[in-house]
């Protein structure tokens, strides 16, 4: 079983789908890619995101790292209504997200860049769909 699966609980791809729709309504809730990416980057975790947009291999992230992030971001009520849905701890969804996080930004930045200001908010949930089957098929 993958690690992400091991997180869920064996949940697979019905889970995934879950974790990858958090992350895409995490997104949305920062104001973007571009939001979020500056809201990690004073999170300390700059060079991580870059690696995430940029077209090289992802640089892991903590779950500690991306739970403390996302608190001082705002973001603190979206993780625990999340963490409740989905029947785990905040600490055990922090650390499944920060396996998916990387991923999402990665496929939502092809070109190894950030969208502009006009599209911060404008990416649409349905171009995450056939990411889940991808990390959890």
């Given at each position: 079983?993958?690690?992400?699966g091991?997180?869920?609980?064996?949940?697979?791809?019905?889970?995934?789908?879950?974790l990858?729709s958090?992350?895409?309504?995490?997104?949305?809730?920062?104001g973007g890619?571009?939001g979020l990416?500056?809201?990690?980057?004073?999170?300390?975790l700059?060079?991580?995101?870059?690696?995430?947009v940029?077209?090289?291999?992802n640089?892991?992230?903590?779950?500690?790292?991306?739970?403390q992030?996302l608190?001082?971001?705002?973001?603190?009520?979206?993780?625990q209504?999340?963490?409740?849905?989905?029947?785990?701890?905040?600490g055990?969804l922090?650390?499944?997200?920060?396996?998916?996080?990387p991923?999402?930004?990665?496929?939502?930045?092809?070109?190894?860049?950030?969208?502009?200001?006009?599209?911060?908010?404008?990416?649409?949930l349905?171009?995450?769909a056939?990411l889940?089957?991808k990390?959890?098929?």
């Amino acid at each position: 079983m993958s690690l992400l699966g091991s997180l869920l609980g064996g949940g697979g791809q019905a889970g995934g789908s879950d974790l990858v729709s958090l992350a895409g309504q995490l997104i949305q809730q920062a104001g973007g890619v571009q939001g979020l990416a500056g809201m990690l980057h004073q999170g300390g975790l700059g060079e991580a995101v870059q690696s995430w947009v940029g077209n090289g291999a992802n640089q892991a992230v903590s779950g500690d790292q991306l739970n403390q992030a996302l608190q001082s971001g705002g973001l603190g009520m979206v993780l625990q209504e999340a963490a409740g849905k989905l029947g785990m701890d905040q600490g055990q969804l922090s650390g499944a997200l920060a396996q998916v996080l990387p991923h999402v930004v990665d496929h939502l930045t092809p070109d190894g860049q950030v969208p502009g200001q006009g599209q911060a908010g404008g990416f649409d949930l349905g171009s995450l769909a056939g990411l889940a089957g991808k990390l959890f098929g």
